[in-house]
């Protein structure tokens, strides 16, 4: 009986010392208390408590958390009530301050958010509230890292998850939106109309002008053949003006080197003379010296016919 109670008070104690070594993992924190006052903080490695005397308060995970909140009722400046929900970036820098901080600090940072939220958006209109999520997200970290770090928890980040606005203002954004697109719409289809148009006009301009060119250059082209075949005609005219006075002066060379007396010269204007009265004239001028040759040529005809 002695060995076996022995036995038993030896299993007993080690049983009790293995209890009392504690072995912290990474990215955790231990808080412990020594007869129900803060000893200390245990951070990562194998650590060993006192029996019966300390103990492990609070097991603290170091981790960044995030906490989705449920959706929040808020009412904008222009009395427009939504609801928002929210998702928290936070992370524990003081296992002690967390340990002691507050009672719930999941729940004090979610009313902290509803109420920050609340007083943010009613300085707001719904339209800012829309178009304004990440001014929202900056001031509410701001105002959660504040307002937690008594509690040693840093927010790191605040995101506005959804905003659901009452379903008749849903209805007014869809039907503003789709007017919006109309008058999109017929906007670039007038502007496209009116490039088209200006580009018809464009080019009717630019074929008008290449027809002028056209038209000018061909009748530039039109009067320099012209002028070349006038000049062309004249100098024909020209070298036949030429050609006949060189024939005339080569007839009267021959006729005066040929010794022609004062008779012959007569014959000759008779017989030009004759080509005259031959065309068809009606009045012919006859020189004073013709008509004396004439009545010599009758008194000659009137012997020889003696």
Request: aromatic letters at 4%; one cysteine or more.
């Amino acid at each position: 009986m002695g060995f076996v109670v022995f036995i038993i008070l030896l299993l007993i104690v080690v049983g009790v010392l293995a209890s009392c070594i504690k072995i912290v993992p990474q990215a955790h924190a231990y808080v412990v208390e020594r007869l129900g006052a803060y000893q200390g903080t245990w951070g990562v490695g194998m650590h060993f408590k006192v029996p019966f005397i300390d103990k492990v308060a609070r097991r603290v995970l170091l981790k960044e958390q995030v906490v989705d909140f449920a959706p929040q009722p808020v009412i904008t400046k222009d009395n427009v009530t939504m609801r928002i929900d929210t998702v928290v970036f936070f992370q524990i820098t003081d296992p002690k301050l967390f340990a002691y901080g507050v009672e719930n600090p999941i729940m004090a940072i979610e009313n902290l958010t509803a109420t920050t939220l609340r007083n943010i958006i009613g300085e707001l209109e719904l339209d800012q509230t829309l178009t304004s999520r990440e001014t929202i997200n900056t001031k509410m970290r701001a105002s959660l890292d504040v307002a937690t770090d008594p509690w040693g928890i840093k927010v790191n980040r605040v995101e506005l998850k959804n905003i659901i606005p009452p379903a008749e203002i849903q209805n007014a954004m869809e039907k503003q939106m789709k007017a919006e697109r109309e008058r999109r719409e017929a906007v670039t289809r007038a502007e496209g109309e009116k490039k088209a148009s200006i580009t018809v006009a464009e080019g009717q301009k630019e074929a008008a002008i290449l027809e002028a060119e056209a038209a000018k250059e061909a009748a530039i082209l039109r009067a320099e053949a012209e002028k070349e075949s006038l000049i062309r005609k004249a100098e024909g005219e020209a070298m036949a003006i030429l050609k006949v006075q060189q024939a005339t002066a080569d007839g009267l060379r021959m006729i005066k080197e040929a010794g022609m007396d004062e008779a012959v010269l007569k014959l000759k204007s008779l017989e030009a003379f004759e080509k005259a009265a031959d065309g068809q004239a009606t009045k012919i001028i006859i020189p004073s010296d013709i008509q004396s040759m004439a009545g010599l040529a009758a008194g000659i005809k009137e012997v020889l016919t003696k």
